[in-house]
């Protein structure tokens, strides 16, 4: 019923930007919360950023901060994640995901999500 569906993936080399989409269907990013996760390759899912829509309150997590922004365009129904000052550790799969409501959790932790897309890879160069 709800799907997020992520897009804008690519290659590029270190000191580049990329920015990602999350088309929702099914579901209204501008009533609640909207995120961006990562995994790196051999490594756990980790929180990037997140937008809590009603106040348009921003979280970010520190490897990041300064360099990525979350935004939405609520006409399109849609969630970005604009990447600046790209490094290879950035290197991962990212998600989007929507509707946290996991009580006394931390947003970037993962659990308390509700819906999730399947991934767009994100490839950085030396």
């Known amino acids: 019923q709800v799907q997020l569906v992520e897009s804008g993936g690519g290659s590029v080399q270190a000191g580049g930007s990329l920015t990602l989409s999350c088309a929702a269907s099914?579901?209204?990013?501008?009533?609640?919360?909207m995120g961006w996760f990562r995994q790196p390759p051999g490594r756990g899912r980790e929180g990037v950023a997140a937008?809590?829509?009603?106040?348009?309150?921003?979280y970010y997590s520190d490897s990041v901060k300064g360099r990525f922004t979350i935004s939405q365009d609520v006409a399109k129904n849609t969630v970005y994640l604009q990447m600046n000052s790209l490094k290879p550790e950035d290197t991962a799969m990212y998600y989007c995901?929507?509707?946290?409501?996991?009580?006394?959790?931390?947003?970037?932790?993962?659990?308390?999500?509700?819906?999730w897309g399947q991934g767009t890879q994100v490839t950085v160069s030396s």
């Open positions: 995901a929507a509707d946290f409501d996991g009580p006394g959790t931390q947003w970037e932790n993962g659990p308390g999500w509700v819906y």
């Open positions: 099914g579901y209204t990013y501008s009533t609640d919360w």
């Open positions: 937008m809590y829509a009603i106040n348009s309150s921003t």
